[in-house]
C-alpha cells in the first residue's frame, strides 16, 4: 500500500513541477498557428499544398524536442554550451560555401530531404555560451570594458557571419539577444553611453560603406512606401492592405482577398499575421498578441524563480529571441519596422524555426521544473 502511496504522491509532484500554464499558452498560439496557415496555404500555388503537413510534422517533432528540453537537466547546457556554440560557428562558416541560395542569399544547408538554417539554432547556442559566461561574472558597479571583451566576441563572431549571407535582420536579432542578456547582469553607465554613440556612428557609417543596394532600398521603402509601389514597396503596401482592411471581426476564414488571391508575398512565412489581421481583423490580432504577452508574463515569472543564475539568464535570452522575433515581425507588416526576413514564432511555416522556437521554450520549462529541486 505504502509503495501505491508514494507513486501518487511522486506523481503528484511531477505534475506540480510542470508549469500547465505556460503549456496550455503555447498550445493556443499553436492552435491559431495551424489555422492561419491551413486558410495561407491552400488553393493557391501548387508547391504551398504541402506545406500544411510538413509543418504538422515539424509542430509534433518540436513538441518532442520541448518535451525532452524540459526533462533534461539544464545543468548540461552549461558544460555543453561552448560544443554547442563552436559546432554552430563551423555550420555558419560552411553557408557561404556549401548553402543553398535563394533570392540571392545563402543562409540554409541542404540536408536532402529538407533545407537547415544553422542561423536560427545560433541563437540558441548564443544563449548557452553567454548565460554560462554571464553567470561567472557579478561586480556591483556593472560590468567594466575588460569584463566584456569575451562576451562582446561571443556575439559578434556570429554576427558577422550571419550579416556576410547577407542576413541583416537576423544579425540584427542575434545582437538584441546578446546584448539584451549583457545588459542584464548590469554594466557601467559610461559603457552604455559609450555604446550609444558608437551606434550612431556605426550606423551611418553602415549606411554609406556596409549595407547592399536592396537593404537601403528596404529602409527607404520603410520610410516612403510608395516611391516604388510595384518594386520595392509592393510587400510592404500589400501587407498594410490586409491588415487594415481586416478591420474589427475581420473577413472571415479563408475569405482575406489579399491571400487567397496572392497579392501577399511570402504570406505562408514573413507575412502570416497579415493573412491573420486580414482574416480575423483585430480581435484576432489583438487574442494572438495577448497570448504571447501572457507567455512572456509567464517566462519572466519562471525565470525570477530560477534557482540558480545561469538558468535566470537562459530565460531572459530566451524571452529576447521570442520577443524580438514576434515585435520585428509584427512590425514590419503593419508598417512600423523595414521589411526583412524574420518569422513569427509558433505561427510562421518553417522548420528551423518551429524547433528552435519548441526548444527556446523547453529550455525555460526545464528551468520552471527544477525551481522545486533542491
Not at 530531404?113 to 556591483?140: N, R, W
Not at 556570429?158 to 556576410?164: C, D, K, S
Not at 554613440?197 to 557609417?205: A, D, K, N, R, Y
Not at 543564475?309 to 512590425?331: D, E, K, Q, T
Request: proline content about 3%; charged content about 15%; aromatic content about 14%.
Amino acid at each position: 500500500m505504502s509503495r501505491f502511496t508514494g507513486m501518487n504522491v511522486e506523481e503528484r509532484t511531477f505534475l506540480k513541477r510542470i508549469d500547465w500554464w505556460f503549456v496550455i499558452y503555447i498550445l493556443a498560439l499553436n492552435f491559431i498557428g495551424l489555422v492561419n496557415l491551413f486558410s495561407a496555404t491552400q488553393g493557391g500555388a501548387s508547391h504551398l499544398n504541402r506545406l500544411f503537413a510538413l509543418q504538422i510534422i515539424w509542430l509534433i517533432s518540436g513538441w518532442c524536442l520541448f518535451s525532452i528540453a524540459t526533462f533534461f537537466n539544464y545543468d548540461w547546457y552549461r558544460r555543453f554550451a561552448l560544443i554547442i556554440y563552436v559546432i554552430n560557428l563551423g555550420l555558419l562558416a560552411l553557408v557561404p560555401y556549401v548553402g543553398k541560395s535563394y533570392y540571392g542569399a545563402k543562409r540554409w544547408l541542404d540536408l536532402g530531404f529538407s533545407s537547415f538554417q544553422p542561423s536560427e539554432t545560433m541563437k540558441l547556442a548564443l544563449i548557452l555560451i553567454l548565460a554560462k559566461v554571464l553567470s561567472t561574472k557579478s561586480k556591483s558597479g556593472g560590468l567594466g570594458i575588460t569584463d566584456l571583451i569575451v562576451p562582446l566576441l561571443i556575439v559578434m563572431i556570429p554576427f558577422a557571419l550571419i550579416v556576410r549571407q547577407p542576413d541583416l535582420g537576423t544579425g540584427l536579432l542575434v545582437a538584441v539577444v546578446g546584448f539584451s542578456m549583457i545588459l542584464f547582469v548590469g554594466v557601467r553607465r559610461y559603457i552604455v553611453i559609450l555604446a550609444l554613440i558608437l551606434g550612431l556612428f556605426g550606423s551611418v557609417l553602415a549606411w554609406k560603406y556596409g549595407l547592399k543596394e536592396y537593404q537601403k532600398n528596404r529602409i527607404e521603402t520603410f520610410m516612403e512606401p510608395d516611391k516604388d509601389p510595384r518594386g520595392s514597396g509592393y510587400n510592404s503596401i500589400q501587407s498594410k492592405i490586409a491588415v487594415g482592411s481586416g478591420r474589427f471581426l475581420g473577413k472571415g476564414f479563408r475569405k482575406g482577398t489579399q491571400a487567397q488571391l496572392e497579392f501577399l508575398p511570402e504570406r505562408h512565412t514573413d507575412f502570416i499575421f497579415s493573412v491573420l489581421s486580414e482574416e480575423h481583423g483585430f480581435v484576432g490580432a489583438l487574442t494572438t498578441i495577448g497570448l504571447f504577452s501572457m507567455l512572456f508574463f509567464l517566462a519572466i515569472r519562471i525565470g525570477s524563480q530560477a534557482k540558480d543564475r545561469f538558468g535566470s539568464l537562459m530565460v531572459v535570452g530566451c524571452i529576447s529571441y521570442l520577443f524580438g522575433h514576434m515585435a520585428i515581425n509584427i512590425g514590419m507588416v503593419i508598417g512600423l519596422l523595414p521589411i526583412v526576413g524574420i518569422p513569427l514564432p509558433l505561427l510562421s511555416y518553417g522548420g528551423s524555426s518551429m524547433f528552435s522556437t519548441m526548444l527556446c521554450l523547453g529550455i525555460i520549462s526545464s528551468v520552471s521544473y527544477r525551481k522545486f529541486l533542491f
